[in-house]
């Protein structure tokens, strides 16, 4: 019996171990980050989508301003605007254009969407910090994009309204604004005219961007949304979705981007070749194949480390 207990304790013992391992290695670094190629601004910065969002971010940051606004909530009247990705690729052209930290908080706790754009699903959140189990510098996440990081929305919770509201919230807005002079943090947030929070959050940041859907988002919904809004606040609205039907009226817009595309052809912005784009996309992970212990082998042929 002394035998087999003493058995029964090692095999105990080790299960042990593998559980601290498995918990002190579950912290996802940018090597697990897979982007979602509709990340123009990183996939596609020569591309007319992409001029876009610089211009937005121009817009809204203007030099000229002695106190630019270092808290942004993005937000819609309605679901299906695309709200996630237009404060995503702002968040890129910040770190990338600007050489400036950003920060993408997912405040859309119903329903946190931020992290599949970033490949992977996080348990563990913004909500998480809110109830207390967790600290904030154990669930950022760094991202591929040097100077992106990202606080994904964690746990579904019943009670949003009172976390978002809740002066813990405040505290932490406040905190990571103090802490990090340098840093742009943008918020992700629910729809306002179906949810309270972005209306709770409108007391709490410095500047909102309203994203409308073209064509299909009625123009009483946009008037209502806007009167819910702080109107010193609103720093614009992002029409997404546009859609032209000829050539003609792309060029009336927005002119020809094949001067930008000769001027972005250089070696400060190179422009990344079909390999990388594949590489950096879900599509690459999906199509990996075995070549050996030591690595993994592409349909193309190429080979690479089973993560960037």
Same mark, same amino acid.
């Given at each position: ?18 559980? /601290?391992?498995?918990?002190? $290695?579950? /912290? ?55 709200? $996630?990705? #237009?404060? +995503? ?27 599949? @754009? ?8 913004? !909500? ?14 760094? #991202?591929? %994009?040097? &100077?992106?990081? +990202? ?16 002066? &813990? ?20 947030? !629910? ?7 972005? !209306? ?10 309203? %994203?409308? &859907? !073209? ?6 919904? %946009? ?10 606040? +609103? ?20 002119? #020809? ?8 052809? #250089?070696?400060?912005?190179? %422009?990344?070749?079909? @390999?990388?784009?594949?590489?950096? $996309? /879900? ?26």
């Amino acid at each position: 019996m002394g035998r087999i207990f003493e058995a029964l304790q090692k095999v105990e013992q080790g299960k042990n171990i593998e559980r /601290k391992e498995d918990s002190s $290695s579950s /912290k996802l670094t940018h090597e697990d980050l897979v982007l979602d190629s509709k990340l123009v601004s990183f996939f596609e910065p020569s591309s007319l989508a992409a001029e876009q969002f610089k211009r937005l971010r121009t817009h809204i940051l203007r030099p000229s301003l002695d106190n630019p606004p270092k808290t942004i909530l993005v937000t819609s009247a309605m679901a299906g605007e695309g709200k $996630s990705l #237009t404060a +995503i690729n702002l968040a890129i052209t910040i770190a990338i254009e600007l050489h400036s930290n950003a920060l993408i908080v997912d405040c859309d706790l119903r329903n946190p969407s931020l992290s599949r @754009w970033f490949g992977f699903r996080e348990e563990r959140g913004l !909500s998480n910090y809110l109830l207390g189990e967790a600290e904030i510098q154990e669930l950022l996440i760094k #991202t591929s %994009v040097d &100077k992106l990081s +990202i606080l994904p929305g964690g746990t579904l919770q019943d009670n949003t309204v009172e976390l978002i509201g809740s002066n &813990k919230m405040k505290s932490l807005i406040m905190d990571l604004k103090a802490r990090y002079p340098d840093r742009y943090i943008i918020f992700d947030s !629910s729809p306002l005219l179906a949810t309270t929070e972005p !209306s709770v959050l409108n007391e709490m940041v410095d500047g909102i961007l309203l %994203v409308v &859907k !073209s064509a299909e988002t009625p123009r009483e919904s %946009v008037q209502l949304a806007l009167k819910m809004l702080d109107k010193k606040k +609103i720093l614009g609205m992002v029409l997404n979705k546009q859609e032209f039907k000829t050539e003609a009226l792309i060029r009336r817009y927005f002119g #020809t981007n094949r001067y930008y595309d000769n001027y972005y052809q #250089t070696e400060m912005h190179p %422009v990344l070749t079909n @390999w990388q784009k594949f590489k950096y $996309s /879900k599509l690459f992970f999906a199509n990996l194949r075995p070549k050996n212990k030591d690595g993994y082998k592409s349909k193309d042929g190429h080979s690479e480390k089973a993560f960037l």
